[in-house]
């Protein structure tokens, strides 16, 4: 059994273009950001989950259901760089970056990736990817597809369909894999990575992992089924509003 102390951070921000106010959403009765902390807290391997935010609303209703916040700067670009600055003071040796619209993440696809990121000791970091749904597109570019190595790191992550095959009958072992947005660092590393500036082909595919492979650090990868889909529009959101109501 590992004893390496595991922290989830939430991020959290109230700006969000294609659906402002989404965190406090709370059609179901709970603010969104509950329902993602809830879910998070069923992963076992955290020892504790934690909001970070800039945003005083979302942190009285953090408090009002029990959660612990940490307030963070406003000039954030991105989770990341939020969630170095809130573990600065938290006692951990992996972070856990849990997307704070993502109120039906599987907790054993985060498990799978604090797993993945401890039994690779040259890796900064970990990751999870799954097959495609049969109702999902491989070509979408807002899909984002990774490809791995046979010692399950990732060699790339791309909005491009890869690998591409030349076959018209590929063999199963090199189907396109999804990408799950789900990141594990060794909190020393989190200090590093935010302290790089953006690299060529992170800026060509928006993808600021690519950031992590351009510099020579090792993302290691682990395999699960993701079923979950983020909030990023009033129309998501409806749809999960309907989901928890039929449970």
Not at 42 to 61: F, K, M, N, P, Y
Not at 164 to 189: C, N, W
Request: proline share 6%; glycine share 4%.
């Amino acid at each position: 059994m590992s004893s390496a102390r595991v922290v989830g951070i939430i991020p959290a921000r109230m700006n969000s273009s294609r659906f402002p106010g989404k965190m406090l959403a709370r059609e179901t009765g709970k603010p969104l950001i509950q329902h993602v902390y809830e879910r998070a807290a069923q992963c076992g391997r955290l020892s504790s989950v934690i909001i970070a935010t800039d945003d005083c609303s979302i942190r009285e209703a953090a408090n009002a259901f029990g959660a612990r916040c940490v307030m963070t700067r406003s000039d954030h670009a991105n989770g990341t760089s939020r969630i170095a600055e809130a573990v600065e003071t938290i006692e951990a040796d992996i972070i856990v970056n849990i997307q704070g619209d993502e109120p039906e993440v599987e907790p054993e696809l985060l498990n799978a990736a604090i797993d993945a990121l401890e039994a690779d000791h040259g890796a900064q970091m970990a990751t999870v990817v799954s097959p495609f749904a049969a109702d999902e597109d491989p070509s979408n570019p807002n899909i984002v597809k990774c490809v791995v190595s046979l010692n399950r790191r990732a060699l790339y992550f791309s909005r491009a369909l890869i690998p591409l095959q030349r076959d018209s009958h590929p063999p199963t072992r090199t189907a396109p894999m999804k990408h799950v947005g789900i990141y594990v660092y060794r909190k020393e590393f989190l200090r590093t990575f935010v302290a790089l500036a953006p690299s060529p082909l992170e800026e060509c595919e928006q993808l600021e992992q690519l950031r992590v492979l351009e510099n020579g650090f090792a993302i290691a990868v682990a395999s699960g089924i993701a079923r979950s889909q983020g909030i990023d529009t009033p129309e998501q959101y409806a749809a999960f509003v309907t989901r928890e109501r039929s449970r």
